[in-house]
């Protein structure tokens, strides 16, 4: 921790350049567009609590899945990375029973922490992830009271880059950092934000977003045993081999979603409590093969369809993850193709069965893989229904797949990311 004014001294006088460098992954030139950026957020802090605190800085990336979609949920493999948007918090204790933030473009919260239950009228909400947050470390024998901070962040909304789990993140890591000792590590924080948003928030979301954005990096996460995931980092950057990562917004009408994500993980456990079990990683793939028959009259042809896409995405996960290990680039772009070929055919997550009239991902992938011209890859990104497309590009073809993107779904919707190796962090 350090005063304000001190550390905005220090900013201003460039000395934390080489931690914000540390922590972006970011060329020299880029350090000031994002010291500007935590200059700004202290002196927003300073309007609106105090400007003698002692205050500590945050920041925690959202996430790219590059592998495994909607397998988290049934216990299995996913390959995600960390990238370089982030939600951002200058925050201190406040000595009182309430948690206040502000942030940018966003309510006012206040939490009183009184109540440790999940508030009905919270729900879907970000007081909602703070009271379950501050809820789960109590639980833990941790003294968490109440704090003040201030926020921003650059991770799209509505992107698939996960903005919930960067947000989730970042107040694990404050309270970490404010009343824990640092104690819990990378995971634990990931968890107690998986829990926050499914139990108070009101979200059966798995664990894959929230992981990859608190560890950072490039990971490989088996989820056999949810509670103590296997985690492995690979050392891998695409524009090493010449390729960068867009995130293409399809421009749908982001409505809620909510009741499609869920339809996922409860038919594709509908299929596995059919063979006595609760989730698809703990059913053996050739029994559903040998029982379709039995299997559709007993859940739906899209459950049956679901379960397969499971089987065949947990394999592709772990093939990418071990495609990037040994530099074999093109084999990995082969492979994302294949997983975003089973999502459409076998998930079925890129529409809404209520809109079948608007399709704005199989249009936006369409025109990406006309403009990509044989090369590269791409597919849907993170939940589905609405959203965003993720694509491989060839830096050589770079401006040129920008331009028809946008030329066919508007400007500024085509966003070039780079992955990022730190996760949830302190900068100071």
Same mark, same amino acid.
């Given at each position: 921790m350090a005063h304000?004014?001190?550390?905005k001294?220090?900013?201003?006088?460039?000395?934390l350049?080489?931690?914000?460098a540390?922590?972006?992954?970011?060329?020299?030139?880029?350090?000031?567009t994002k010291?500007?950026?935590?200059?700004?957020?202290?002196?927003m802090y300073?309007?609106h609590?105090?400007?003698?605190d002692?205050?500590?800085?945050?920041s925690?990336?959202g996430?790219t899945e /590059?592998? +495994?979609?909607?397998?988290?949920h049934?216990?299995g493999?996913?390959?995600?990375a960390a990238?370089d948007?982030?939600?951002?918090?200058?925050?201190?204790?406040?000595?009182?029973?309430?948690v206040n933030i502000?942030s940018?473009?966003?309510?006012d919260i206040?939490?009183?922490?009184?109540?440790?239950?999940p508030?009905e009228?919270?729900?879907?909400?970000s007081?909602?992830?703070v009271?379950g947050?501050?809820?789960? @470390?109590?639980?833990?024998?941790f003294p968490?009271y109440?704090?003040n901070?201030c926020v921003?962040?650059n991770?799209l909304?509505?992107?698939?880059?996960?903005?919930s789990?960067a947000?989730e993140?970042l107040?694990?890591?404050i309270?970490n950092d404010l009343f824990?000792?640092g104690?819990?590590?990378? /995971?634990?924080?990931?968890? @107690?934000g998986?829990?926050?948003e499914?139990?108070f928030?009101?979200?059966p979301?798995?664990?894959?977003?929230?992981?990859?954005?608190?560890?950072?990096?490039v990971?490989?996460?088996d989820?056999?045993n949810p509670?103590?995931?296997?985690?492995?980092?690979?050392s891998?950057?695409?524009t090493?081999a010449g390729?960068a990562?867009c995130?293409v917004?399809?421009g749908?009408?982001h409505?809620?979603?909510t009741?499609?994500?869920?339809s996922i993980?409860?038919?594709?456990?509908a299929?596995?409590?059919?063979?006595?079990?609760?989730v698809?990683r703990?059913?053996e793939?050739?029994?559903?093969?040998e029982?379709?028959?039995?299997?559709?009259e007993?859940?739906?042809?899209?459950?049956?369809?679901?379960?397969?896409?499971?089987f065949?995405?947990n394999?592709?996960?772990?093939?990418?993850a071990s495609?990037?290990?040994? +530099?074999?680039l093109?084999l990995?772009?082969?492979?994302?193709?294949s997983?975003?070929n089973?999502?459409?055919?076998?998930l079925?997550?890129l529409?809404?069965d209520?809109s079948p009239?608007?399709?704005s991902?199989?249009?936006?992938i369409?025109?990406a893989?006309?403009?990509l011209k044989?090369d590269?890859?791409?597919?849907?990104?993170g939940g589905?229904f609405a959203?965003? @497309?993720?694509?491989?590009?060839p830096i050589s073809m770079l401006?040129?797949?920008k331009a028809?993107?946008?030329?066919?779904l508007?400007?500024g919707?085509c966003h070039?990311?780079t992955?990022?190796?730190?996760?949830g962090v302190?900068?100071f």
């Amino acid at each position: 921790m350090a005063h304000i004014q001190k550390l905005k001294q220090t900013l201003n006088l460039s000395r934390l350049d080489a931690r914000i460098a540390e922590v972006y992954g970011c060329a020299s030139e880029e350090v000031y567009t994002k010291r500007k950026r935590l200059v700004s957020l202290t002196d927003m802090y300073s309007k609106h609590f105090a400007d003698n605190d002692d205050v500590g800085l945050y920041s925690s990336p959202g996430r790219t899945e /590059i592998g +495994g979609n909607h397998t988290d949920h049934q216990n299995g493999c996913v390959l995600a990375a960390a990238i370089d948007l982030d939600t951002i918090a200058c925050a201190a204790k406040n000595n009182t029973s309430c948690v206040n933030i502000i942030s940018k473009g966003h309510p006012d919260i206040r939490v009183s922490l009184e109540e440790s239950y999940p508030v009905e009228s919270e729900k879907g909400t970000s007081a909602s992830i703070v009271r379950g947050i501050v809820s789960k @470390i109590r639980s833990m024998g941790f003294p968490v009271y109440g704090f003040n901070a201030c926020v921003d962040s650059n991770v799209l909304c509505g992107s698939g880059l996960s903005s919930s789990a960067a947000y989730e993140v970042l107040i694990g890591v404050i309270i970490n950092d404010l009343f824990c000792g640092g104690e819990l590590d990378a /995971i634990k924080v990931a968890q @107690i934000g998986q829990y926050a948003e499914n139990i108070f928030f009101g979200k059966p979301c798995g664990l894959m977003d929230q992981l990859a954005s608190s560890v950072g990096g490039v990971v490989s996460i088996d989820f056999a045993n949810p509670s103590v995931p296997i985690v492995e980092a690979i050392s891998c950057n695409p524009t090493d081999a010449g390729y960068a990562l867009c995130i293409v917004d399809s421009g749908a009408n982001h409505t809620d979603l909510t009741d499609e994500y869920a339809s996922i993980p409860r038919e594709m456990c509908a299929v596995a409590s059919f063979f006595g079990k609760t989730v698809l990683r703990d059913v053996e793939e050739s029994l559903v093969w040998e029982n379709i028959a039995a299997l559709r009259e007993n859940v739906s042809d899209r459950a049956v369809l679901r379960a397969i896409h499971f089987f065949n995405e947990n394999k592709t996960a772990q093939l990418e993850a071990s495609a990037l290990k040994s +530099g074999d680039l093109r084999l990995f772009l082969s492979l994302v193709n294949s997983s975003g070929n089973s999502s459409a055919l076998h998930l079925q997550n890129l529409y809404c069965d209520g809109s079948p009239d608007k399709q704005s991902i199989p249009v936006a992938i369409a025109v990406a893989r006309h403009a990509l011209k044989g090369d590269g890859a791409v597919r849907v990104h993170g939940g589905g229904f609405a959203g965003t @497309i993720q694509a491989f590009v060839p830096i050589s073809m770079l401006a040129d797949f920008k331009a028809e993107l946008e030329a066919a779904l508007g400007a500024g919707r085509c966003h070039v990311l780079t992955f990022r190796s730190c996760g949830g962090v302190k900068f100071f």
